[in-house]
């Protein structure tokens, strides 16, 4: 099989791995340590995807200067049980497995913190898929999902192009693929609403790894 792309870029959250548990509880879990009120989480799309930060902002109602601790608390509670709570999507394994095949750069570009995304990828049981982990510094800085795309080019040593392409299942990630110039998929079996996807006029849509094949492979 030959891949369309040169780069194939995977957003980890919602699109490699089901993780809304574990963010959902590390989020409550940070609120409740710092006696903050525990907001409605029921719509996964709010705080699944956007950088952490942001989410304790905007969603959760902290300041910035709270939302910086939140940050650190979150990242304590996530190691401690968090993080065993992420389970690999259907038919991905092997869909890496072929793009591995067909000689294609496999990278993870995620806005989770860098340091979790290896131990994730561990627990879900795809240690060695990826040739490049790139996340967001504990700083939070290089949060957003260009910047993210821009560094990972950096990593590889090539400019950002259309033979790179991006694979995530929010708005977020859609935004970021437009603003750098890089190609998207969207997925809709994440944690993102597709409507918002549709609305930024994303035609590329898969509803789970068969559907990835359709876009990824020439033949």
């Known amino acids: 099989m030959r891949c369309r792309y040169e ?9 490699l791995s089901d993780s809304a548990q574990g963010v959902r509880d590390g989020i409550e879990t940070t609120l409740k340590r710092m006696d903050k009120p525990v907001p409605n989480l029921d719509d996964t799309s709010l705080y699944v995807g956007p950088p952490l930060i942001t989410t304790f902002i905007k969603v959760c109602g902290l300041s910035n200067e709270e939302a910086i601790r939140a940050v650190e608390i979150y990242r304590q509670a996530y190691e401690e049980s968090g993080k065993y709570k992420n389970t690999l999507y259907k038919g991905i394994d092997r869909l890496l497995s072929d793009l591995r095949q067909a000689g294609v750069k496999l990278c993870v570009a995620t806005s989770k913190y860098e340091g979790f995304v290896q131990e994730v ?11 490049l982990i790139c996340g ?13 795309i821009r560094y990972v080019a950096k990593k590889l040593g090539c400019a950002v192009t259309k033979k790179m392409v991006l694979i995530g299942d929010t708005a977020f990630d859609a935004l970021g693929a437009m603003e750098t110039g890089c190609d998207f998929i969207g997925v809709t079996y994440g944690f993102g609403k597709t409507e918002q996807m549709r609305n930024l006029g994303v035609d590329k849509l898969a509803d789970g790894a068969q559907g990835l094949r359709f876009y990824l492979f020439a033949d």
């Open 7 to 15: 780069t194939v870029m995977f957003d980890l959250d919602g699109t």
């Open 121 to 131: 990828l561990e627990l879900i049981g795809i240690p060695d898929a990826f040739d």
């Open 136 to 148: 967001s510094n504990l700083d939070g800085s290089r949060k957003e999902k260009a910047d993210i």
